[in-house]
């Protein structure tokens, strides 16, 4: 679970400038972290191409923070292994 955070606060950083202190699990994508919904289609294709993982559409809705995102690819990636 380390490496996921690390590698999604580190593209969170890189790709869309947001600030590391900000990058906390309980911080909401849109309203604290100032994503939209292209924002977030872009997160979810860096996802699949850093970590090898898919996040479908209907399971993409379901997340709203940063706790969900790291836990959804968790359990992706348990379902990969």
Known sequence: ????????????????????????PEARLYEDLGLDSLDAVDLIVMVDKELGVRIEEEEARTILTLEDVYATIDELLKEKQ
């Open 1 to 24: 679970m380390d490496r996921i955070i690390e590698i999604i606060n580190q593209v969170l950083e890189d790709e869309f400038e947001i600030d590391a202190e900000l990058l906390k």
